[in-house]
């Protein structure tokens, strides 16, 4: 049976990193800080006995200040719980504990977080830090693309995550290239060179191997490369046959490296029509053609935006990942009362950084024109 894992929504993955920096950044002076995982379909009542048995054993803890500390979250944990009726369909995960930064002060916080994935964990923990590596799991993108661009003399391997490209490995052949002489001495070149190359196709197949064989979140392969030589590899690399399969775009380029990989993954667009990136790059070339050659129907700016939503004439809301979270909940919250779509901008690309650069991280669609 195929478990199809949900991916979260721009919002839900900010909110939630936002959270795991968060957690991740506090540091208990002692083991005071209290994570609990409740997985998705389990007993809240089964926890709350589990919380009150810890609560006695708590009890028994040398250093009063961590004691009463242990004491006062297992306490407030527990009140918390007390408001469900029932679990949340996903799970529960709650963080509490003193965050003071001065000893002999008490600062007591309280996260709760209702995940939009199924939370499979559970989790009762004291310690120094907040056990945050289940959340961090939601946040990695549940779909990733294999990318290979290659010629004779070089291939790049890499990988598009995400709205993320990164290069895992990049290789040359030390095949030679053409050469003027005639007759045997070409001949005799010319199977040299093939043998060479082939070694180097099988080299590169051993690589993806390494690779992607392994990868379960692995849902294509993208090659790119001259005429013939990608068809060459395909042919001739030994790529094993799980791989092989995996192969859902051929693209014809003339960049082998880095900028080759970029090139890849742009030509590959209806390939992975709902891929990050390529839903990334769709909206924004829709904003920036807008704004060119349409601009009563796009703005941005904060105070503008605002207006446009206030007037609910916002089609789609762009927010990059840059933006005041104080802010950003504010239009949220406004493109939620008129129905419009909320894309969160990343800065990880050139994409991202332009759109930054000139609107200062807000910027909008509109449905009709209000200026």
């Not at 939630?16 to 002076?29: A, D, F, H, Q, T």
């Not at 609990?36 to 919380?51: D, W, Y």
């Not at 093939?194 to 690589?207: M, Y």
């Amino acid at each position: 049976m195929t478990v199809q894992v949900q991916e979260l929504t721009d919002r839900q993955r900010q909110e939630l990193e936002e959270l795991v920096n968060l957690l991740g950044s506090i540091k208990g002076r002692h083991t005071e800080l209290v994570t609990v995982m409740i997985p998705a379909g389990f007993n809240l009542s089964i926890i709350t006995r589990q919380l009150e048995t810890e609560k006695s054993m708590a009890a028994n803890i040398k250093s009063k200040q961590t004691r009463t500390t242990v004491l006062d979250a297992l306490e407030r944990i527990i009140r918390e719980l007390k408001n469900y009726k029932h679990p949340p369909k996903n799970g529960l995960a709650i963080f509490c504990g003193n965050v003071s930064e001065k000893e002999g002060v008490q600062d007591l916080k309280i996260w709760i977080y209702e995940p939009a994935r199924s939370l499979n964990v559970r989790l009762y923990r004291c310690d120094q830090i907040f056990i945050i590596d289940a959340l961090k799991e939601m946040l990695e993108v549940s779909e990733v693309y294999g990318l290979l661009v290659i010629d004779r003399q070089e291939a790049t391997i890499g990988l598009l995550e995400g709205k993320q490209i990164k290069v895992i490995t990049n290789l040359t052949s030390g095949v030679p290239g053409k050469i003027k002489a005639g007759g045997q001495s070409a001949a005799r070149f010319s199977r040299v060179t093939e043998g060479l190359a082939k070694n180097f196709f099988r080299r590169v197949a051993e690589e993806m191997k390494k690779a992607f064989f392994d990868m379960p979140r692995l849902k294509g392969i993208l090659i790119g490369g001259p005429v013939p030589t990608k068809e060459d590899f395909l042919e001739e690399g030994e790529l094993v046959t799980k791989l092989k399969e995996k192969v859902i775009a051929l693209k014809d380029l003339g960049y082998t490296d880095e900028h080759g990989l970029e090139l890849l993954v742009e030509d590959s667009q209806k390939d992975i029509a709902e891929q990050e990136l390529i839903k990334e790059k769709l909206i924004l070339e829709k904003f920036f053609n807008t704004l060119g050659k349409h601009r009563e129907k796009a703005t941005y700016g904060f105070e503008k935006v605002k207006t446009a939503l206030e007037r609910g004439a916002v089609e789609i809301l762009l927010i990059s990942k840059k933006f005041p979270r104080e802010q950003v909940e504010e239009l949220e919250e406004a493109a939620e009362r008129i129905g419009a779509t909320v894309v969160i901008i990343s800065t990880e690309n050139q994409d991202g950084e332009q759109f930054y650069n000139l609107t200062k991280g807000v910027g909008a669609i509109l449905r009709f024109q209000i200026e």
